[in-house]
């Protein structure tokens, strides 16, 4: 796998079951190719802040041998120009040019998180910064969320359930609940990206105002009841996310959509999934996300799982 960037990289590669059955032997024995990155180096260059997405991958890394180095535009090292063509005299001080080519010039293989900018729609749903990341890196590149998605969190969302669930084709929900600022869509739109293509039923909530970009979203079951939608579910999970049109706008904080117990209680008994960080009772109540329920913590660490098993396909096809 040269670029690891949404469900797409990862079906023109290994296959979804192939990659799922490889990260739940990881999950089980997480040592099992712990040379695989010998001698090999894994860049992580953060534009936006991060948790579990720096300290899992630099444990996935180890775990498999690599060593690490993480960067933060504009706090370890230089404020970032990502625009072409423009006069460098304002507060940048390298263009991602310079910089993406050079860390290849470091590393076998570079991680990139830039969130969407959220004022020009077109620049954040063409994945302007990743793929100019892409082009001028020249090694393979893993997305640590990008404007649109969230690729190694979705997966390991569907590790999650897969690990979770008590039947075949669970129901799973994922529900917008509101937020005091205006959030990305990209775990939104790559955890419905990705649910299309697992063996469950989908069903997506959110107040009118909120429908997700259509590229995502395509068909999947959309129901502004959310009652309705948390009928008989298995997973629900939750995240804000800011309107499509116009773009990035907050058209409501209304707290009915906060997830609460008795919207619990109309589940079957359902699972509660965040990627975290999460805002307690604003996004969930402390009930909810305090109960034997909440599988926040689990998926907090399938993230490492998740990226191990992308790191392996890359150090692999590295020869
Ligand atoms: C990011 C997002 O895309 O929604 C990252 C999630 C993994 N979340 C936030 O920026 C939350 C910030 C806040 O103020 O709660």
Redesign the pocket.
């Known amino acids: 796998m040269k670029r690891f960037t949404s469900v797409h990289d990862l079906i023109a590669g290994p296959g979804i079951d192939a990659a799922m059955q490889r990260a739940l032997e990881f999950a089980a024995d997480p040592w099992r190719q712990d040379t695989l990155g010998r001698r090999r180096t894994v860049g992580l260059l953060f534009m936006?802040?991060?948790l579990?997405?720096r300290m899992s991958t630099q444990k996935a890394a180890s775990l498999l041998g690599a060593e690490t180095i993480v960067l933060n535009a504009g706090s370890d090292s230089w404020t970032l120009e990502t625009r072409d063509g423009v006069v460098m005299d304002g507060s940048t001080t390298e263009h991602i040019k310079e910089a993406a080519a050079v860390m290849g010039q470091y590393c076998d293989v570079l991680g990139l998180r830039t969130?969407?900018g959220l004022a020009d729609r077109q620049h954040d749903y063409q994945e302007t910064v990743l793929e100019k990341f892409i082009a001028y890196a020249g090694v393979p590149v893993i997305s640590l969320?990008s404007a649109t998605r969230?690729p190694l969190?979705s997966f390991a969302d569907l590790i999650t359930i897969e690990q979770h669930k008590t039947r075949e084709r669970p129901k799973v929900v994922l529900t917008w609940a509101p937020?005091?600022?205006a959030?990305?869509q990209?775990?939104a739109n790559s955890f419905v990206e990705w649910m299309r293509h697992a063996d469950v039923e989908l069903v997506v909530t959110h107040p009118k105002g909120y429908e997700l970009d259509p590229s995502f979203v395509g068909d999947a079951t959309v129901v502004h009841d959310r009652d309705a939608a948390f009928e008989g579910a298995e997973f629900i999970y939750a995240?804000?996310?800011s309107a499509v049109e116009p773009y990035g706008a907050i058209l409501s904080q209304d707290k009915s959509w906060t997830v609460s117990e008795n919207a619990m209680s109309r589940t079957n008994n359902a699972k509660f999934m965040h990627?975290?960080?999460?805002?307690r009772n604003m996004i969930v109540d402390d009930a909810v996300i305090d109960a034997p329920t909440s599988i926040v913590i689990p998926q907090a660490a399938n993230r490492v799982v998740s990226a191990q098993t992308v790191l392996s396909y890359m150090l692999e096809g590295l020869g």
């Open positions: 936006n802040p991060s579990r997405t969130f969407a969320e969230h969190q937020h005091p600022k959030l990305p990209a775990v995240k804000n996310w990627c975290l960080p999460v805002r």
